[in-house]
């Protein structure tokens, strides 16, 4: 009788009150409720789990050891549960080495292409990986940036080399790294920095290796000057130990990352670079914008090359079909959004030939414009027709519309939740008069009177990113939304420029709360109490 669904029985995790559910499998369900409803707790704390539970099951122990461990959940029985793939919007993180054509396996596709046809050769696909010794540069090591002492925050040039011109910790007066310029003869120790002459300023920042010949008689005799850049680089940027961890927070404050001046950003060799598909190197298909390079791609006519171009071809598609052709394959999943994340972790199923098992998605459409949501609609659909189940936890009505079936949790939140409240599809949810139903068959009126400003928060020509030259007055006191399409400038607008400008404000955004084991919700929103009683400051 159920052999065509998930069933759920005596489900109690977290705040589910005993409750019994049918899922149909190979359909998309669509589970709604407020916040706190129980929706992830059916979801993902119990079906989830249970599967990858007894998943990991029929690995060895030796195996399992070494995979996270899933406890199992309170929960009865469930039976006809299929594998399931978990796609939510934990951030994908990694080091500066993943980026968005690594952990796609674009990238490693194009650099198939340019072994291929690439003019002239150089190698083969994997001497264009800049994590290869073979194709990185060698002065940046395949990282792209260097990291440099910022001049202007290290010295203080309104003093003198006894007034503590050098703010670094140990180089100030008393600091035992300070002898090493005081003792050695080169310098007026009371003569301010800004007096200082061109060829004094580089003798005590960059110069190095040298012996001296008239130092003081505390100078060491056997020791070479060393300038202060080369030195500080030394003993605290290439050196993992524990003078360095000992002034991690001290040396963030002086340290910049740039792009490396020998490759330019572009993490790879001369000699790779050189090699060019129609006039391009695979450093600059990487910084394209995805849905540019799409274009690119569909240039490339070579019959030696034609699997190759079909396959990029094929997964570039799926990138800019979900709402990600802003993006380019150079850019580093570390600054990738949890929307972005969940949407990237899409792309890898797309091109999968299983059939029959169950993806949850986390609230897919968070971050993405209305015109976007239609896109992932579409791929929700093409999952399904595969022969999988797809379950999604989703709020947005335009989302919830696609279901072929809606659970709904409530009534309310927390330990007023844990209740399936409604089954069935959406015609009859707009009228089943719970929460989620009388919102969805409201129809919302624009506000007619709106709040005066008081004052502005002004941004002339600002040019960072995608940004050009954008020139707007944000109002204050009032409640301002920065709208348009992923991609578009809103975050590059609010994150990136304003609070260079404007310094006081405060951010609240989906970063994750640093604090220890020991914290929980009372003593964080206690300590948050007490530091708002100090701030005075405008909130975005």
Known sequence: MYDNYIHVSGARERNLKNINVLIPKKKITVFTGVSGSGKSSLVFDTIAAESQRQLNE???SFIRHRMPHYGKPDVDTIENLSVAFIINQKRLGGNARSTVGTITDIYSVLRLLFSRIGEPFVGYSDVFSFNNPAGMCEHCEGLGKIETIDIERLLDKNKSLNEGAIRFPTFKPGGWRLTRYIHSGFFDNDKKLKDYSAEELKLLLYTNGIKI??????WHKTSLYEGLIPRIERSFLKKEDGEKVRYGKEIERFVVKQDCPHCHGTRLNDKVLSCKVNSKNIAQCADMQINELLYFIQ????PVAATIVAELENRIQHMVSIGLGYLNLSRETSTLSGGESQRIKMV???GSSLTELTYIFDEPSIGLHPHDISKINELMRLLRDKGNTVLIVEHDPDMIKIADHIIDMGPGA????GEVVYQGNLDRLKTAGTLTGRYLSYSPELKTDTRPPKGFLS???A????LKNLSVDIPKGVMTVVTGVAGSGKSTLINGV???????????????IQASKRSNIATFQVSLTLSENYLQKETV
């Open 348 to 350: 890898s199923q797309l």
């Open 463 to 466: 040019a960072m990113h995608n």
């Open 498 to 512: 304003l609070p260079r400008l404007y310094p006081e404000t405060v951010f609240i955004d989906q970063k994750g």
């Open 414 to 417: 927390g330990t007023s939740g």
């Open 58 to 60: 029929t690995y060895t």
């Open 459 to 461: 941004i002339h020509n």
């Open 213 to 218: 010949k008239n130092p003081t008689p505390e």
């Open 299 to 302: 240039s490339v006519h070579a």
